[in-house]
């Protein structure tokens, strides 16, 4: 079971998806904060100046401010938030600057919770 400070943020602009994320991730014992695309993401990421969430988890197919776009402003604002990328169409260059990295990972849409469990628990947040 996470620690209750635990705080992850999650990014979707689809309302139904992100409703069921939020309960998967709250029944699993996580503070979540919501955002409806990477606009809105990026203003909690600058109210959240000292309560570092330790994942971001983004859609990359946003309307505004894509979650590319979204994790590069949630590093410069914190250096070691982990990072879940979720789409329905994984895109080969993302794919490949992220099997670079340690604290980042893609997960496909439609996944089951045990596999975000799963990719958390890769990345050290589970």
Request: aromatic share 6%; net charge negative.
């Amino acid at each position: 079971m996470p620690i209750q400070t635990t705080t992850i943020l999650l990014a979707d602009d689809d309302p139904v998806t992100r409703y069921a994320l939020q309960l998967a991730l709250t029944d699993m014992g996580y503070d979540v904060r919501q955002a409806c695309d990477g606009t809105e993401g990026c203003a909690l990421i600058e109210e959240m100046k000292s309560d570092c969430p330790q994942l971001l988890i983004t859609d990359l197919d946003m309307p505004g401010c894509c979650g590319e776009e979204l994790a590069q402003f949630a590093r410069q604002h914190f250096e070691q938030i982990k990072l879940l990328f979720t789409s329905g169409t994984p895109q080969a260059s993302l794919l490949k600057s992220i099997a670079t990295d340690r604290h980042a990972l893609f997960l496909q849409k439609p996944f089951l919770r045990a596999d975000l469990r799963a990719a958390m628990e890769q990345l050290g947040v589970a």
